[in-house]
């Protein structure tokens, strides 16, 4: 954690520290944020500290209430069921319609990588992650599909972090999915990335 931040946009490095603490569950749903305590942990004054849990609000990971203060956004069951849908429906359609047009290559060099690991970190497992769903999203060359996935991206990630205690378990879903991928097995890969994204829903839920 920086305890001294420097310009860039203090705001800016504020933000980005707060959302990848939410995004980790590092900070639970439901928490507190005292913008006080993380001024002074930052050795900054408050008013950056609350621009960025405004901008987090508008994002739709933070909650300001009114007279009580800042709190990680809560997902009811619902919700958690409905981005899990949306999940869905992104990345199997983009993996069934854009199959060919995957970039095999990253794919290869992002396999290697998931089988040189002996000891899976948890920042590591989340970069290899985060880069095999993005690639599948990106592989539709489609700027609309694309963002409004985005605009839903954070709470998807949130929810595949609620699985974290299966972290090993992914990481071998994730291997099985790319080599079907590579193999040129569609079917394969369609199946295998629907029963991972459906042992996630039923393992968080």
Do not use: W
Not at 4 to 29: A, F
Not at 58 to 71: C, D, H, I, Q, T
Not at 141 to 160: A, F, G, M, P, T
């Amino acid at each position: 954690m920086l305890m001294h931040l420097v310009t860039d946009s203090i705001t800016e490095q504020i933000y980005r520290i707060i959302k990848e603490k939410i995004l980790l569950t590092d900070l639970k749903m439901g928490e507190q944020i005292n913008p006080r305590e993380l001024a002074s942990e930052f050795n900054v004054s408050v008013m950056p500290v609350r621009d960025a849990l405004r901008r987090l609000v508008n994002e739709g990971l933070v909650v300001n209430k009114a007279r009580v203060g800042f709190f990680v956004r809560s997902f009811t069951r619902r919700e958690i069921q409905d981005i899990m849908e949306v999940r869905r429906l992104y990345e199997l359609y983009c993996l069934d319609q854009y199959f060919h047009e995957l970039d095999r290559e990253k794919l290869r060099e992002i396999l290697n990588a998931c089988r040189e690991t002996e000891t899976l970190s948890r920042r590591h497992f989340d970069e290899l992650d985060e880069a095999i769903h993005e690639l599948i999203i990106t592989a539709s060359h489609n700027d609309y599909l694309i963002e409004s996935y985005h605009n839903v991206k954070n709470q998807i990630i949130i929810c595949r972090h609620l699985d974290r205690d299966r972290m090993e378990v992914a990481h071998g879903e994730h291997i099985r999915l790319l080599e079907a991928i590579l193999e040129g097995k569609k079917e394969k890969a369609v199946d295998i990335l629907r029963s991972h994204i459906n042992r996630v829903a039923e393992a968080i839920l």
